[in-house]
């Protein structure tokens, strides 16, 4: 019981950082949105994406990628946070030894669901339609969120290790690209040489931009929602005991 | 039967990687006293410190607060304790009070206790005026304050504070001396680190002082001061190379302090020979006349009863502030 109490307290405490400071949700979307314009007008015509139009193939690969990198913020509020001594103050108390962490990822989710808003709203605008339930839409937004949720714990360890706010920053970058790149968010796997594709195909960004796409384009998702919640609840099974430990010994 | 310490601490051995931040150190603070640490920088005050708060665990030794043991029952130890630690842990983002409610909250206050509670940490604090501005926007004697009301929301038995009051102004210091003052008249035991000797004289019944992670001599600070001996000869040269001369001419002086008492130091970093004179005046009168005959250039001397400074300059061979 004491540990919501805290987490909900430590919640909210970051969700009142996120309010004062508009600039840093500024340039998180910015980052999405500059990169749907780009990918939509400028390398757009040259990617052929047989059965679906470009921007509702792209879309989902935007989402996905936009959830992990608000993941990343993880990380650096963390950083931010044994700093500035906050966390000594935090680990002096006699509070629940995971609220600190959940609060943290649980305050950089809420933050992405309205990054996924933005995104949306800003797709619709240049041309993207779900052709898809309801019921799909939603399930894709909780399977991108529970992707970047996961992915918070895993910024939370490279916090934890590096403890320094742009080193944080650069190492959660440096897992963050070659996932998003090397995966069929932008393009078709089928365009990437036989030996790349065998990754390509089977890591978790494309498996959740895959199931996302699926289900808010209507076509059929087959396993892949099921994989991409795996790969997330295996990476949190992995991820959120290990910040936990290195928390407590901090 | 003596009651059991409100912080007890044994053979606490800490490294960092090469090197040894503590190298074996005991400590005991009595329940409602003051305990001033003090010590050069790097001598393990802070590490010492976070071990007592539980944030550090000890490589070897065992440290107890209010009875609970800072490994196995560190949670009661959180909830006996309140910390200020050297840099001040406040959120800039959040107000003044807002920062206080966080804290109450996650004392296990109610929202409306926990605003009762800042609203009158504030009150005391002088903060009341700036209680809902960010602190992003205070200046450093308020952060430290803040931090300070930060470390009392949870009405502690055991305060540690790890150099409090560097880096506040003259009369903000007072202040926050008169705070704890009010704080130990209730009963709440102190264990503070500090480099202001006269902060450790006004406040700490007891003094420990540490270097190098061992410590080196413990007492009230009069019992300190008196281990020196009388009176106190402080001498600037004006050329740090006659320093060992100098020693070398007052060798020679019978009558400097009795047989087998504390000798003649020389500290190059200030140029400054201290002298500990049992002939008072009279031994002034022969130092000067024994320095000039071997040609040392004095700046400035001047004759005095030792203070903690002095005790601190003997025993550790540097001055308080010096690294
Ligand atoms: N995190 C750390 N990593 C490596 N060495 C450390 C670390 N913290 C402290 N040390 C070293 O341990 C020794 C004791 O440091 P500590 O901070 O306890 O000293 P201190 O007495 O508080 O000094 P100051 O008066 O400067 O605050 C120093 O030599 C310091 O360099
Ligand atoms: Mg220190």
Redesign the interface.
């Known amino acids: 019981m004491?540990a919501v109490t805290?987490t909900a307290?430590?919640t909210h405490?970051n969700i009142?950082?996120l309010v004062?400071?508009p600039q840093l949700l500024v340039f998180a979307t910015i980052q999405p949105v500059m990169f749907t314009l780009l990918f939509v007008y400028v390398f757009g015509g040259a990617i052929r994406t047989p059965g679906l139009e470009y921007v509702n193939y792209l879309l989902p690969g935007i989402l996905t990628q936009t959830t992990l990198f608000g993941g990343t913020a993880t990380a650096v509020g963390l950083a931010q946070d044994l700093n500035?001594?906050?966390i000594?103050?935090?680990?002096?108390?006699?509070?629940a030894r995971s609220?600190v962490l959940a609060g943290r990822t649980l305050a950089d989710a809420i933050r992405n669901v309205f990054v996924i808003g933005l995104i949306v709203g800003v797709g619709t605008a240049v041309g993207f339609r779900f052709h898809g339930s309801v019921g799909g839409a939603l399930a894709a937004f909780g399977i991108a969120l529970l992707f970047g949720y996961a992915f918070s714990w895993v910024f939370a360890v490279v916090a934890l290790i590096v403890r320094q706010v742009e080193g944080a920053q650069v190492a959660s970058l440096l897992i963050v690209f070659p996932l998003v790149f090397a995966s069929s968010a932008f393009v078709p796997v089928a365009s990437m040489p036989g030996w790349l594709q065998v990754f390509t195909r089977h890591q978790p960004v494309s498996v959740t931009v895959g199931s996302v796409r699926a289900l808010t384009q209507g076509t059929s998702a087959g396993t892949l929602p099921l994989t991409s919640v795996a790969w997330s609840l295996g990476i949190l099974a992995l991820a959120a005991p290990l910040a936990v430990t290195l928390y407590r010994?901090? | 039967m003596a009651a059991t310490p409100a912080v007890e601490a044994l053979g606490l051995v800490k490294h960092y990687g090469a090197v040894r931040a503590l190298d074996g150190v005991d400590l005991s603070v009595e329940e409602g006293t003051v305990l001033g640490l003090l010590g050069p920088n790097g001598a393990g005050k802070t590490t010492l410190v976070r071990i007592i708060a539980t944030l550090l665990v000890p490589d070897a030794g065992t440290a107890r607060v209010a009875g609970h043991d800072v490994r196995s029952e560190a949670r009661a130890v959180r909830a006996a304790i309140g910390l200020a630690g050297q840099f001040a842990a406040v959120d800039a983002l959040l107000s003044g009070r807002e920062n206080l409610v966080l804290v109450g909250r996650l004392y296990g206050l109610s929202a409306r206790q926990a605003a009762l509670r800042a609203e009158s940490l504030l009150e005391r604090l002088g903060l009341a005026d700036a209680a809902d501005r960010l602190v992003r926007g205070y200046s450093g004697g308020m952060r430290r304050r803040l931090d300070l009301g930060a470390s009392l929301v949870g009405r502690p038995s055991v305060l540690i504070l790890d150099e409090p009051t560097t880096g506040l102004d003259p009369r903000t210091r007072i202040e926050l001396w008169e705070i704890v003052e009010g704080l130990v008249r209730d009963g709440t035991t102190v264990l503070l680190t500090t480099q202001y000797l006269e902060e450790a004289d006004r406040l700490a019944g007891r003094i420990v002082l540490i270097d190098n992670g061992l410590t080196i001599a413990e007492g009230t600070p009069d019992e300190l001061k008196e281990r020196l001996g009388a009176d106190v000869i402080d001498a600037r040269l004006r050329h740090v190379d006659q320093g060992e001369i100098a020693l070398a001419a007052l060798a020679s002086l019978a009558t400097l302090s009795p047989p087998g008492g504390p000798a003649p130091t020389w500290h190059a970093e200030g140029r400054r020979l201290r002298i500990p004179s049992a002939g008072g005046a009279a031994t002034l009168l022969e130092t000067l006349r024994a320095l000039d005959a071997a040609g040392i250039e004095i700046e400035d001397i001047s004759l005095h009863r030792p203070s903690l400074e002095d005790v601190f300059l003997t025993l550790t061979g540097r001055g308080a502030g010096d690294a």
Request: hydrophobic share 35%; charged share 45%.
């Open positions: 004491r805290d307290i430590v405490r009142r950082h004062r400071t500035e001594g906050m000594d103050r935090f680990r002096s108390l006699p509070m609220a010994r901090l």
